[in-house]
């Protein structure tokens, strides 16, 4: 079975930083592309960032310059660097897999998803 679990969330004051990992199990994460998402309070789920097989990379235009996307195929973990944080950046985070070497368009196109960890900004 494809198993995807995220940690790092946590609570942080707007300007601090934040590393959330997404361990797989039961694949080689190597094969695949690992998306991150997040989804805010009565919003809808939003793709933050992806990397692709061949370590292609894209970002949301509200994140661009302060997260960063990475893979340690060694360790079957992707992760998402995040400084800088702001308010708006609150929400339940996600890593998912699509059945893709590269990175869909959109959240449906990803089909094995983590349970997400929470991330808060606030002052």
Known sequence: QLQLVESGGGSVQPGGSLRLSCKASGFNLAYYAIG???????????GVSCISYAGNTNYADSVKGRFTISRDNAKNTVYLQMINLKPEDTADYYCAAPKT?????????????????????SS
């Not at 991150?36 to 939003?46: C, L």
């Open 101 to 121: 070497t590269g990175c869909p368009p959109t959240p449906g196109r990803f089909s094995s998803w983590g349970q997400g960890t929470q991330v808060t900004v």
């Open 36 to 46: 991150w998402f997040r989804q805010a309070p009565g919003k809808e789920r939003e």
